[in-house]
């Protein structure tokens, strides 16, 4: 899912390194969530909301996810 | 990305391949890779002693070690994927999946070759699930850099 951690990281002036301790996962796993090639779970999600003061769906593309499950918006069962 | 996070996406890929596991830079790694040394040691003990020794009680005793370094590495590798985070945990199994029905067809091939006495396959061969396991790993990994 795309995310804007990587421009949340800079802003928070943390190498990746740096990210991975906090949230206890390896820098590989920063990485991958980064570019989109791994879907965190909720712990790290909750984590990084925490960590950049953003609600998980501001962090995470919310359009990306509903389209990946067939809905335009949330409203809609 | 930077050089340094860019440097940060690589996988262990030498330790991926050879050990089987993402290396000895945890404390978990570390564990992990003392065990199975000394797993490796049992299994040597316990073969050398079976041709070895000339009394059965010694032989007995030799041949049941074998079994029990195999245990070892049973549960240090428990304790290991459970000290990952879910994306390494998500590589190793996969891993142990491939390495797992790599066993399963070696074992059917062995009996079904047997049953027919057509070119009787060594039981040995499932030793191969650890390379396979190793090859799965790197490019599992390789797929999430």
Request: charge should be neutral.
């Amino acid at each position: 899912m795309k995310n804007r951690i990587r421009e949340l990281r800079a802003r928070h002036r943390l190498s990746q390194a740096d990210l991975a301790d906090k949230l206890n996962v390896s820098r590989q796993t920063v990485n991958a969530i980064e570019n989109d090639k791994y879907d965190p779970n909720l712990t790290i999600a909750f984590h990084l909301s925490f960590l950049f003061g953003e609600p998980v769906e501001k962090i995470f593309d919310k359009a990306e996810f509903l389209k990946s499950i067939g809905q335009d918006s949330l409203d809609e069962p | 990305m930077t050089q340094q996070d860019k440097k940060n996406s690589e996988w262990p890929y030498g330790s991926l391949l050879i050990m089987g596991f993402f290396g000895v830079d945890s404390p978990e790694g570390k564990k992990l890779s003392i065990r199975s040394l000394l797993t490796v040691l049992l299994f040597i003990a316990g073969f050398i002693g079976a041709h070895l020794f000339e009394s059965a009680f010694l032989i007995y005793i030799s041949v049941v070690l074998m079994p029990i370094s195999i245990l070892l590495i049973i549960y240090s590798y428990v304790v290991y994927v459970k000290s990952l985070d879910t994306l390494e945990r998500l590589i190793q199994l996969t891993a142990f999946a491939a390495s797992y029905g790599v066993v399963l067809v070696i074992a059917v091939s062995i009996y079904a070759f047997n049953l027919v006495n057509c070119c009787p396959l060594p039981v040995v061969l499932v030793l191969l699930a650890e390379p396979i396991r190793g090859i799965c790993l790197y490019f599992t990994s390789k797929s999430y850099a």
